[in-house]
């Protein structure tokens, strides 16, 4: 069986940018994961093209351990590479491409794994999905599958790049839409129309307003880097030309919140924001409205420190237990399989979506040696 590097040269060559086809990743997954004797199944993803695949080894139980990561990668547009992003490169210990530690390296190690895993008294599993740079996407269908059939296992292990450090917990998102309506007229006559630029502008103003209060009155963890929950506005969208009163802006927006503030709740104080800036316009006799949908969410994560699982990390090379300023798929699995989720994988998520993305050779290493340690612990 081909080594770490090998394998991880191949993931590279495969272009799944997110929303795109993953077949040709996911067939050479499957060719390898059945050749080492895993009982392979290929699931159908949200679009043709798109596959999610779990892979099991060892005996049919409940007690068995996932590991998990995603094919998906980042666009390489407008990013200034120094070479193919598509080739994996080395250069005095580290490995260049796309994906290389966003999170093929992971994969990687996995797929060399299982060409390699003793005789299992209990079942290891392999999963991998599609979209999950784009809100967590892929995996679900997949959940869906394996919650409607009672699946179980000790736990999930999601291979996201943390130094090999042990993430106990990260914070929820939702990503959403603040839409923006208002009355066009003649920039002549301003008056007569309802910019909705200006109201967009004043939902800004809401928004940054509830952070505030957040910062002071919401939840709060040290452990977390911003260790409170935060709301962002990442793009506007309005106006069609400049002698014209806009009559639409589009906000899209995102909620990165610990579990002990309610999404919902933050929500509804938006929506109550929208509906008084609307009200004032409509009074003065003019069209206004504010919309706030949502377009993604994935839940938080948050287990125990003293939870077995962290253990098992931690015995088998993992670096101290932390919580993650990023979200991954673990909270998906704790939530809809209800078995525990940490996040452990090589290299450093500070090198993720940047031009000449690169992991090392001794990460892949040290995380080759932590998987055959969690191999071992099942045997």
């Known amino acids: 069986m081909d080594n770490t590097t090998d394998i991880l040269a ?177 920039s002549a006559n301003p008056g007569l129309g309802s910019n909705a630029i200006y109201l967009a502008a004043d939902m800004v103003g809401e928004l940054r307003g509830l952070q505030q209060f957040l910062r002071e009155h919401g939840a ?46 933050l929500l509804e104080q938006l929506r109550a924001a929208g509906a008084k800036l609307a009200a004032a316009e409509t009074q003065r006799g003019r069209f206004a409205a504010v919309e706030i949908s949502e377009t993604n969410e994935y839940p938080g994560l948050e287990t125990p420190e003293d939870d077995g699982l962290v253990a098992l990390a931690q015995a088998a090379g993992g670096g101290d237990v932390y919580k993650a300023g990023f979200g991954t798929e673990a909270g998906l699995f704790a939530q809809r399989l209800g078995f525990p989720a940490i996040v452990c994988g090589p290299g450093s998520i500070d090198r993720a979506h940047k031009p000449d993305e690169f992991i090392t050779g001794e990460e892949l290493a040290r995380c080759d040696a932590f998987l055959d340690k969690i191999a071992a612990s099942l045997v």
């Not at 695949?53 to 990561?69: E, K, T, W, Y």
């Not at 080739?87 to 996995?110: E, H, I, N, P, W």
């Not at 793009?235 to 002990?260: F, H, Q, S, W």
């Open 220 to 265: 709060y963890d040290e452990a977390y880097e911003v260790p409170y929950t935060t709301l962002h506005v990442g793009t506007v969208k309005g106006g069609t030309a400049l002698n014209i009163v806009p009559d639409v802006c589009e906000m899209a927006m995102e909620i990165r919140y610990l579990p002990g503030d309610s999404p919902s709740w």
């Open 10 to 186: 191949t993931l590279v060559g495969f272009k799944t940018i997110s929303r795109d086809a993953n077949e040709a990743l996911i067939t050479y997954a499957a060719q390898r994961l059945q050749a080492a004797g895993g009982a392979v199944r290929v699931l159908a993803g949200t679009k043709p093209g798109q596959y999610n695949l779990l892979a099991s080894f060892g005996p049919l139980g409940d007690g068995g351990v996932i590991l998990s990561g995603h094919a998906d990668v980042v666009p390489v547009a407008g990013q200034d590479w120094s070479r193919d992003p598509f080739t994996l490169r080395a250069a005095q210990g580290r490995l260049y491409a796309r994906g290389a530690v966003d999170m093929k390296g992971f994969l990687a190690s996995a797929l060399a794994l299982a060409g390699r895993l003793p005789q299992l008294a209990r079942p290891l599993h392999i999963a991998i999905s599609h979209d999950e740079e784009i809100g967590c996407v892929g995996v679900r269908s997949m959940l869906a599958t394996l919650a409607t059939e009672g699946f179980k296992a000790a736990g999930c292990i999601v291979g996201e790049p943390t130094e090999m450090r042990v993430a106990t917990g990260h914070k929820g998102k939702i990503a959403g839409c603040i839409c923006c309506r208002g009355q066009a007229a003649h």
